[in-house]
């Protein structure tokens, strides 16, 4: 397949360039620095440094849609909220856009989106049909979503992600050295849910989604089990083998980090109906063997 890629220099995006690329699928990845392609994707992956690029002579079969300034990384003033919209609801209409004027048209288009678009359900399990939140982060989902679905005439699917773990960075990365140092911490009440997923099992539903047509909508991109950040916390401890005897306020992260605090102090408990309705099975089902994993695969 000739693919194309939005997103692909970023954790998931490399981890899933590399899997494509194991299957011999040529890749084109559009990026805001097309220099750095080659070197984070691999040799083979095309660069396009805007839409405005993609030649008419240019066929994609696929399309995969994941590029969004991280979430977590600034404050959300009003001007951070416009760009978290226009990195992903913004490129996603243009996308939608430039597809409408394709000779030939992908036949599959994988968008993204993340378990924040069912808002803060601490206590309940949630399904592809559960109902969407509606603080910032869950309407940023549910926008970003509604851009990729006006597509026509396309297969689309919809990535709604959740807290993918791997030793090459994202918040886990982040995690790793406090917990090292015995520094790790419950953050609030320890009762928000966290939806996790192992990046291998990630890829593994990305490539599934690719190229099974059955399957289209809205996917659970998570592992069958979440688990509180209490139990994350002792999890994670656990596999390091140091204690986090530390409870991190939920005043003081508020005040440290504003609005944006819900997403370390809210969180929900997603399920993969879907994928797993389609028999799809996870080689990380548990956190202790997801978190082994990473961890062996951080040392080597
Ligand atoms: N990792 C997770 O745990 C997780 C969980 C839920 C949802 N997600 C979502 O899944 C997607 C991929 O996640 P990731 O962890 O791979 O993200 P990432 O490592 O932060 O990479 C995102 C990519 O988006 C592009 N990007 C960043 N800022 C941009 C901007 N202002 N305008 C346009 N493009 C921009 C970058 O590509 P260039 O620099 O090449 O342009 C970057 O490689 C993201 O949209 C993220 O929100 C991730």
Same mark, same amino acid.
């Given at each position: ?35 750095? *392609?080659?070197?984070? !994707?691999?040799?083979? *992956? ?38 978290? $919209? ?10 939608? %856009?430039?597809?409408? !004027? ?47 679905? %006006? ?5 689309? !699917? ?5 807290? *993918? ?6 918040? #886990? ?6 917990? +090292? ?24 539903? *990305? ?27 002792? %999890? #994670?401890?656990?596999?390091?083998? $140091? ?19 819900? #997403?370390? #102090? ?7 109906? $879907? ?5 799809? +099975? ?16 951080? +040392?080597?």
């Amino acid at each position: 397949m000739n693919i194309l890629m939005t997103g692909g220099t970023g954790l998931i995006g490399r981890a899933l360039c590399k899997a494509l690329l194991a299957e011999g699928h040529q890749l084109t990845v559009l990026s805001r620095q097309p220099a750095t *392609v080659p070197v984070i !994707c691999g040799d083979a *992956v095309q660069a396009l440094s805007s839409l405005d690029e993609w030649r008419s002579t240019q066929h994609f079969d696929a399309v995969i849609n994941l590029a969004g300034a991280p979430i977590a990384d600034a404050a959300w003033r009003e001007a951070r909220k416009q760009v978290l $919209r226009g990195s992903r609801i913004g490129l996603t209409e243009k996308l939608v %856009q430039r597809i409408a !004027c394709a000779a030939h048209k992908p036949t599959v288009l994988l968008s993204g989106s993340a378990v924040g678009y069912y808002g803060n359900r601490p206590d309940v399990e949630l399904d592809e049909q559960s109902a969407a939140g509606a603080d910032f982060a869950a309407r940023l989902c549910a926008d970003w979503e509604n851009a990729a679905l %006006q597509v026509e005439g396309v297969r689309v !699917c919809l990535l709604r992600t959740g807290l *993918v773990l791997s030793a090459q960075g994202g918040l #886990l990365g982040r995690m790793l050295l406090p917990f +090292k140092l015995a520094m790790g911490a419950r953050l609030g009440n320890g009762r928000q849910g966290m939806s996790w997923v192992h990046i291998d099992d990630y890829v593994a539903m *990305v490539l599934r989604l690719l190229h099974d047509e059955q399957l289209s909508g809205p996917f659970n991109m998570t592992a069958p089990h979440p688990v509180s950040n209490a139990e994350f916390t002792r %999890q #994670l401890a656990q596999a390091i083998g $140091r204690p986090a005897m530390f409870v991190m306020p939920g005043c003081f992260l508020r005040w440290l980090m504003g609005e944006r605090a819900v #997403l370390l #102090l809210e969180g929900q408990r997603v399920l993969p109906v $879907r994928m797993q309705a389609a028999g799809f +099975k996870f080689s990380y089902p548990d956190l202790t063997g997801a978190l082994s994993a990473v961890l062996a695969a951080s +040392k080597r």
